[in-house]
């Protein structure tokens, strides 16, 4: 996957929706509802994108979404490539490659994961503040292309600290509005903070290896997210990452953990997570 490569799907793109795009927003597993909230929808199949490759994983729908949301216009990729489904690297980062191209400045990351922290339930959300790769492989390996961004990129700051503050302010004003209107009988901080912690999957963690990530100062598991947050930092874009909490990590609880769980805990959100996101877009 090249420089070209890049360009000519944003070109491609580009060439479907006349107007710049302020975000773009990746969504996880059971979140893709999300999507339907776009006004003037234009929706674009990734097989007819130039060097995309088609999701497979069941919950994905795999097309782009390209729209307007809160006052902004956004493109919305509906299914993600997963380094688990046996895509390489290159191709799980493309999509992020590709909205680099087309200039797009902000990208927010989501995904549904498992959570490490006893305070951190099932139907909660997590702001990413910082991930572990454990992945087992950096996207950025090989030969690098300049016109991406530097050799070594700096990743002190992955997650975005403004994007954040306007996540956290926005969680907070809709928790508040949910008591004042007797949605929720107390105020629930539904929005945590934590480390995403990536593993490659496709099977769920073992007990230890949960431990593990709890212990190197990980609070949410997942196999998603890190690849394309490093290729956004990598051209100097803005990102913001939320974790849906589907599941207590293996070993947590006496439960075994199950692919429809983790799809229907991401249904019982949506309601949630659509107000945040649609917030936080009006905002940036
Ligand atoms: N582990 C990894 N990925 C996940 C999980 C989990 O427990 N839940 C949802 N995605």
């Known amino acids: 996957m090249t420089y070209e490569n890049a ?13 710049a ?21 234009v929706k674009i199949p990734y097989e007819e994108i130039p060097h995309f490759v088609r999701s497979t994983v069941e919950g994905h729908a795999g097309q782009l979404v390209l729209g307007e949301l809160g006052g902004k216009h956004i493109a919305v ?3 993600r490539f997963h380094f688990y489904e046996g895509y390489d690297m290159q191709q799980v980062m493309f999509p992020v490659r590709t909205f680099g191209r087309m200039g797009i400045g902000n990208v927010i990351l989501t995904n549904a994961a498992g959570s ?9 959300l997590m702001l990413i503040t910082d991930h572990l790769n454990l992945m087992g492989e950096n996207p ?23 994007l954040q503050k306007i996540a956290s302010e926005e969680a907070d004003d809709i928790a508040h509005e949910r008591f004042e209107k007797g949605v929720d009988d107390e105020k629930r901080d539904f929005l945590h903070r934590g480390v995403y912690c990536a593993l490659s999957g496709p099977t769920y963690e ?12 990980g609070n949410a598991v997942g196999m998603s997210t890190v690849p394309e947050a490093i290729a956004a930092r990598h ?27 983790v799809m229907e805990t991401g249904a019982r959100v949506a309601e949630i997570f659509k107000q945040l996101l649609r917030r936080i877009i009006a905002r940036i």
Do not use: W
């Not at 360009?7 to 107007?19: D, M, P």
């Open 77 to 79: 990729q509906q299914g």
């Open 206 to 217: 073992t007990p230890a290896e949960v431990r593990m990530c709890r212990q190197l100062g």
């Open 21 to 41: 795009i302020d975000v773009a927003v990746v969504l996880g597993s059971g979140l893709g509802a999300f999507a339907d909230e776009v006004e003037n929808a």
């Open 140 to 162: 950025l390996r090989g030969k690098n292309d300049e016109r991406f961004g530097v050799r070594f990129p700096d990743m002190t700051e992955v997650y975005d600290r403004e």
């Open 235 to 261: 051209q100097g874009m803005k990102v913001l990452g939320i974790s849906c909490i589907t599941n207590f990590a293996a070993g947590m609880t006496g439960e075994n953990i199950n692919h429809e769980e």
């Open 7 to 19: 360009v000519e799907a944003a070109a491609f793109i580009k060439s479907k929706y006349l107007h």
């Open 116 to 124: 490490t922290e006893p305070e951190y339930p099932p139907g909660s």
